[in-house]
């Protein structure tokens, strides 16, 4: 099956800095990622879709001055979260459909990236 | 807007038994449903999905879910639990703008 990978899958940062996270499908192009953010023994909720060549659209509530992503290529979005405080820390998700169009695309998802803000 | 309800938060089964999440949801339109699994470290996992036809759906791993448009449910069930199966189930829905919409998952312990 299609495979997405995430860089770092883990990182540890300094209250104040910014930590960029990356999203990569590995064998199929995406024209559309979208960035899930987790908490512990919660669901994902959906933060933003990243849309190549063309600027990310974030869901209600999310602050796109602090979760700045770039969706430069057809197989790489970038997530970073600028200014980190403790309460950024979570587990980071992204997902990449393929497949026919619509919502019957099936969604492959990352491993996820664990961020810890000190 | 759509939503997905999983009203079990943790379930212990005894391996060799049956197990059935539940899972309800919320859409104005013809949904699109997955289940998904999540183990520890691991990126989600698609067990299978709904998009329309045959209202029982036979996915990976030996399990299968049942969509009930009159009760707005998606139930997922395997016959007999493997201890490989403790992980935490997510039900979804989906819209033709791709986006998904996670119920809040539901934890499965399996014993021995």
């Known amino acids: 099956g299609a495979v997405v990978s995430q860089h770092p899958s883990w990182v540890i940062c300094k209250s104040g800095t910014s930590v960029k996270i990356e999203c990569r499908s590995l064998d199929f192009q995406a024209t559309t990622m979208f960035w899930y953010r987790q908490f512990p023994k919660q669901s994902l909720m959906l933060m933003a879709t990243s849309n190549e060549g063309s600027k990310a659209t974030y869901e209600q509530g999310v602050e796109k001055d602090k979760f700045l992503i770039n969706h430069a290529s057809l197989t790489l979005s970038t997530l970073t979260v600028t200014s980190a405080h403790p309460e950024d820390s979570s587990f980071y998700i992204c997902s990449a459909p393929r497949g026919t169009s619509g919502g019957a695309q099936e969604q492959f998802f990352g491993p996820g990236t664990r961020l810890t803000v000190l | 807007a759509q939503s997905v309800t999983q009203p079990d938060i943790h379930i212990t089964v005894s391996e060799g038994a049956s197990l059935e999440l539940r899972c309800n949801y919320s859409?104005?339109?013809?949904?699109?449903l997955f289940w998904y699994v999540q183990s520890p470290g691991q990126g989600l996992q698609l067990l299978l999905k709904?998009?329309?036809?045959?209202?029982l759906v036979q996915g990976i791993k030996g399990f299968e879910a049942e969509f009930k448009r009159s009760q707005s449910s998606f139930n997922l069930r395997k016959p007999s639990v493997h201890w490989s199966d403790a992980a935490e189930y997510f039900c979804a829905v989906g819209a033709n703008d791709y986006k998904l919409s996670f119920g809040a998952g539901t934890t499965v312990t399996v014993r021995a």
């Open positions: 859409y104005g339109a013809t949904p699109y």
């Open positions: 709904y998009f329309s036809g045959d209202t």
